[in-house]
């Protein structure tokens, strides 16, 4: 919200590139009247407009490995893309997917813990009773029970788990 974030200059720099990479030549022709001079200041800028897009793609580079990693589990990967351009506005939000992405597998990894922590302690009281007991979902299905109900019905807990 009060961040500072970077100018959208990535359409500005790529046009700068292609204008530069079009015009010096065409200006040069007028001055230049050696065709071999021509020619070899068209090869230069155009070495260097593909140099300059390849560093100005760079960013790039950095936000499809960080995707990668992000993919392949490493939940702790950030992006430090500092271009002062939209790759740096899509690196802040990736740090940002990341963060959250990270928070919610860490609360998924504990609830998942505490239920088979109580999933376990009630595994354990259910078979200290005696008497069977059959526990059934909102819509009477067999969810759990005790070795005493496997007793009297003569069913598993597998094979009754489900049915009605």
């Not at 200006?27 to 001079?37: H, K």
């Not at 506005?89 to 239920?115: C, H, P, R, W, Y």
């Not at 922590?117 to 005696?130: D, K, T, Y």
């Amino acid at each position: 919200m009060g961040q500072n974030l970077p100018k959208k200059t990535l359409h500005l720099k790529l046009i700068i590139i292609t204008g530069t990479s079009i015009l010096l030549p065409l200006l040069a022709s007028i001055f230049l009247q050696n065709p071999i001079y021509i020619i070899a200041l068209g090869v230069l800028v155009f070495m260097f407009g593909i140099l300059a897009i390849f560093w100005v793609l760079k960013p790039l580079d950095n936000l499809i490995k960080g995707a990668e990693s992000l993919k392949d589990g490493n939940l702790n990967f950030r992006l430090d893309v500092r271009s002062g351009d939209e790759f740096e506005l899509l690196g802040q939000s990736f740090n940002s997917m990341a963060e959250k992405i990270k928070t919610s597998v860490t609360g998924l990894e504990q609830d998942k813990d505490t239920l088979s922590a109580e999933s376990s302690r009630l595994g354990m009281i259910l078979s200290a009773v005696l008497d069977g007991i059959i526990a059934v979902d909102f819509a009477k299905n067999v969810v759990l029970t005790n070795k005493a109900a496997e007793y009297i019905t003569g069913f598993t807990l597998s094979e009754m788990k489900g049915k009605p």
